[in-house]
């Protein structure tokens, strides 16, 4: 069987073609910690009002040339259930530039976060790993120099 990838066009079988992951959601249980590590630590920039309840959206880059990347955090009820194990997301990656990886890494430390390192299995990269405040893992990734 032939594998179709996201760059194929109208004649492709599905005529389905992807560009770039627009949103992430995530549930959080305390927003104003959500924030504080994504917006205020990672340097997300809040796109929706502050005033706005609900859904907080976050621009992490650029999905399309139209379209930006977010990172969308839905505060939960206090009522809610626990998050089960285990959690349906293994992680999100947020890209940043090769000559910042070394200032993101230790901005990260400085704010007490505990940084992973690792290798990802098929991208020449430069990896780190930190778990925001709801357990999720963000992995920040690099081009290899």
């Known amino acids: 069987m032939e594998r179709k990838t996201s760059t194929g066009d109208a004649s492709t079988p599905t005529g389905i073609r992807i560009e ?19 917006r205020d630590l990672l340097r997300l920039e809040q796109v929706s009002p502050p005033d706005r309840p609900g ?14 990347a977010l990172v969308v955090l839905v505060p939960l009820p206090a009522d809610a259930a626990a998050f089960g194990t285990p959690r349906t997301l293994h992680h999100l990656a947020l890209a940043v530039p090769p000559d910042a990886f070394d200032a993101a890494r230790d901005a990260l430390a400085a704010a007490g976060r505990d940084v992973r390192t690792g290798q990802h299995p098929i991208l020449p990269s430069r990896t780190m790993y930190v778990d925001d405040p709801d357990g999720n893992e963000v992995e920040l990734i690099a081009p290899a120099d």
Do not use: C, M, Q, S
């Open 20 to 38: 770039g992951l627009a949103e992430v959601v995530l549930n959080v249980r305390d927003a104003p910690k959500a924030l504080a590590f994504y």
């Open 55 to 68: 859904p907080i959206f976050l621009r992490a880059g650029a999905a399309t040339g139209r379209l930006p």
